[in-house]
């Protein structure tokens, strides 16, 4: 029984405009079928390229106009190809788990990606959706997918799951 949880994974990706990559948990047995949502769904990460990372009036970053905004020729929302916005009080809690990423950018993509799991602590089942949409020069590839967690000691006790 873990009392911090962290997922770590190889990641190769590239970005290209109006994509969408995600990465959302659940910790009580959600699933993803023809239909619909079961479950509760929890961020761990948006990509999107920086234009399509949208700013209110005062230039803040909003995650409510990003997720209503476009993927251009589409007609459809970023919204649309997540899960957790459906269960926050405010869609502002959602914006730090977005990210930039370059459009095309073969070297910005490659990376070991490290993200803390806070509603996972103390469960015994974690289920991940990896969701990306886009066009053309895009793709995502995920390897070494491991969660590790700290038995509620130090950092040096740290075990894999």
């Known amino acids: 029984d873990a009392s911090t949880n962290v ?18 948990y659940s910790v009580d047995g959600g699933d ?3 239909s619909g949502a079961t479950g509760t769904w929890h961020p ?4 999107l390229e920086p234009t399509d990372l949208l700013t209110d009036e005062e230039g803040n970053f909003s995650a409510e106009l990003t997720l209503l905004g476009e993927a251009e020729g589409s007609g459809i929302e970023y919204g649309f190809y997540t899960l957790a916005p459906e269960y926050v009080a405010d869609l502002q809690e959602l914006a730090p788990y977005f990210a930039a990423r370059q459009d095309d950018g073969y070297k910005d993509g490659k990376r070991f990606e490290k993200h803390r799991l806070p509603l996972a602590d103390h469960k015994t089942q974690v289920r991940f959706r990896w969701g990306f949409m886009g066009t053309w020069s895009w793709y995502w590839g995920v390897d ?14 740290w075990s894999l799951f």
């Open 144 to 157: 070494h997918v491991q969660i590790w967690g700290d038995n509620g000691t130090g950092i040096g006790d």
């Open 7 to 24: 997922n770590t994974f190889s990641s190769n990706y590239v970005q290209n405009q109006d994509n969408i990559a995600s990465l959302e």
């Open 44 to 47: 761990v990460l948006y990509y």
């Open 32 to 34: 993803y079928t023809d």
